[in-house]
C-alpha cells in the first residue's frame, strides 16, 4: 500500500515512498539485507562453512521503492518497448493478459479493455521508469551485500552467485508480467563469483567489491571480465556449484525420476570458467513451460489452478530459435498430448531477436506430423520437439539469405528418423508441474 494523491493508501502499481514514513522506518528488502549482513559477521569469526541464500522482493510488483531512485531515470529520457504491439500472427493462447498489473487501483483507474488493450504510453513510460528504479534500489542492496564480503575477509574465501526465476515484460508483445514463453519472460542474469578463478584474489587493503552509490555516482560503468553468450539454465547451477565446491556432483535424471532421491537435469558448467568459448553450439537448447486454463485469454489465463490447466506450453530456444507448441494438458494424470496442438510459434532470432513474426502457420506440418507418429511412443516431448525444431528449420534461410543449419546434426530430414539426439538429451518428465524453467546469459 502507498499515500495516493489523496493522502489516502491505495493498492498501487506504481508506489515510490518515502521510507521514513514507512512501518519501522524501512522497507522489506533493506530489512533483508541488514539481517544477511548481520549472519554475515556471525559466521565471519568461527570460519566454518556456510551457505546463505538471500532473496529480495524487488522488482516485483507493487513498485514500493525508495523515491530517490526514479531520479536515475527522468520520466522525459524514458522509451517506449520498442515492439509494443501484439503480434499479429501470436496464437491467442499464447498472449498473457497480465492481471495482476490490471488489478492495481492505478491501473484501474486507465480502464483499459480486456484482454488486448494497450496502456496509455504515459503510463507505460511510467512503469517503466519504476521499473528500471526497482532494479537499482535492488541492486544497491547486492552491493551492500558484496561490500560487507570485502568488509569481513570473508570475499577470497566466499563463491558468489547472482540470478533471478523470471524476467518480466515491459510492454512488449503488448504484455507485462512474467507469464508466457518469450525471451524476456524467461531469460535472467547468471553471473558468478569465484574467487581465484573467475578473479584473481584480492590484494590486502583493495576491495574485490568497491561498493558504489548509484544515487551519486549515476554514470559509473562496469565490465565484465567474461561473457558466455551459449544458451545455459537455471538447473545448471545445482551442478556447477557442487563441482567448484568440491562436493559430487548428483547423478544426471532418468527419464522418470519421482523415485530418485537426488538426481540433476542440469550441466556442470565448471569447465567454461577455464577454457575461451569457441563460438556457438547450436546443440545447446534451453526449455521452459508455461499452463493455460484455455486457447483464448481470460482471467485466470496468467494463474491457472492446477484443475484447470487444459493446455501447457513447452518452448525450446537454443543460439538461434524459439519453438513453443502449446499442446493439450491433463491436470489429473499429468499427461500432454502431443497430438493436441492448440498453437504453435518459431521465431528466426537473426532476422527477429524480439519474436514478433511468428513464422509457425507458414510451414508445412503434414510430413513432419508422420515423421512423429513412426517414432516409438516412449521418445520424450523435448526429444520430440527438438526433432521438430530441427526438421522445420533444416535450409531454413534468414532475410540475409544465410543458412543456418551448416553445423547442426538433422535426423530424419530425407529418409527415416533417428530417436538420439547428439548432445545433452532432456529427462525433465513432461508432466512435471514446475512451471517455468529458466535460461539466460552466463557471466564469470
Known amino acids: 500500500m502507498c499515500k495516493g494523491e489523496d493522502g489516502k493508501l491505495h493498492a498501487n502499481l506504481l508506489c515510490a515512498v ?51 531512485y526514479l531520479s536515475l531515470y527522468p520520466l522525459d529520457k524514458m522509451t517506449l518497448a520498442p515492439d509494443p504491439d501484439v503480434p499479429k500472427l501470436l496464437p491467442p493462447v499464447a498472449y498473457n493478459p497480465w492481471t495482476d498489473v490490471r488489478k492495481r487501483e492505478d491501473v484501474q483507474k486507465l480502464n483499459v479493455s480486456f484482454p488486448y488493450g494497450p496502456i496509455p504510453e504515459d503510463f507505460q513510460l511510467r512503469i517503466r521508469q519504476h521499473y528500471y528504479a526497482a532494479v537499482s534500489f535492488m541492486d544497491t542492496q547486492v552491493g551492500r551485500l558484496l561490500s560487507a564480503l570485502d568488509a569481513l575477509g570473508l570475499t577470497d574465501s566466499t563463491m558468489v552467485v547472482f540470478t533471478s526465476d523470471h524476467g518480466w515484460s515491459l510492454g512488449e508483445h503488448g504484455e507485462w508480467a ?96 577455464h577454457q575461451k568459448e569457441s563460438g556457438k553450439n547450436a546443440e545447446l537448447i534451453a526449455f521452459s513451460q508455461y499452463p493455460r486454463p484455455a486457447d483464448a485469454p481470460q482471467n485466470n489465463s496468467d494463474l491457472p489452478d492446477l484443475q484447470d490447466i487444459k493446455v501447457m506450453g513447452y518452448s525450446l530456444r537454443d543460439w538461434d530459435y524459439r ?94 528418423w533417428g530417436t538420439t539426439i547428439c548432445g545433452r538429451e532432456s529427462a525433465w518428465p513432461a508432466g512435471c508441474i514446475s512451471w517455468v524453467r529458466m535460461h539466460g546469459m552466463w557471466c564469470a
Open 18 to 68: 518515502n521510507v521514513t514514513e514507512q512501518p519501522g522506518g524501512t522497507l522489506p528488502d533493506l530489512e533483508s539485507t541488514d539481517e544477511a549482513v548481520r549472519l554475515l559477521k556471525s559466521r565471519a569469526s568461527d570460519g566454518a562453512p556456510f551457505f546463505l541464500a538471500v532473496g529480495f522482493h524487488k522488482p516485483h510488483i507493487p513498485f514500493r521503492i525508495p523515491q530517490e
Open 178 to 273: 512474467k507469464y508466457s514463453n518469450f525471451d524476456v519472460a524467461t531469460r535472467v542474469p547468471l553471473i558468478m563469483f569465484v574467487p581465484g578463478v573467475t578473479a584473481a584474489s584480492s590484494w590486502p587493503g583493495e576491495p574485490t567489491f568497491p561498493f558504489i552509490d548509484v544515487l551519486s555516482k549515476p554514470e559509473h560503468i562496469f565490465t565484465n571480465a567474461k561473457v558466455i553468450r551459449n544458451v545455459v539454465e537455471l538447473v545448471d547451477v545445482f551442478p556447477t556449484v557442487s563441482n567448484m565446491t568440491g562436493i559430487p556432483t548428483p547423478q544426471y535424471c532418468p527419464d522418470v525420476s519421482l523415485q530418485v532421491e537426488l538426481c540433476t537435469e542440469g550441466r556442470n558448467l565448471a569447465y567454461t570458467f
Open 323 to 416: 519453438y513453443t507448441l502449446w499442446l493439450g494438458f491433463n491436470p489429473r494424470s499429468f499427461q500432454v498430448n502431443v497430438s493436441d496442438v492448440h498453437g504453435g510459434e518459431l521465431y528466426v532470432l537473426a532476422d527477429d531477436p524480439s519474436q514478433d513474426k511468428n513464422i509457425y502457420s507458414g510451414l508445412d506440418h503434414s510430413m513432419m506430423m508422420k515423421k512423429m507418429a513412426s517414432l516409438p511412443h516412449d521418445v520424450s516431448l523435448w526429444t520430440r520437439m527438438r526433432l521438430q525444431l530441427y526438421y522445420h528449420t533444416a535450409g531454413l534461410k534468414t532475410n540475409t539469405g544465410k543458412f543456418f543449419k551448416e553445423t547442426r546434426m538433422v535426423f530424419g530430414v530425407q529418409e527415416g
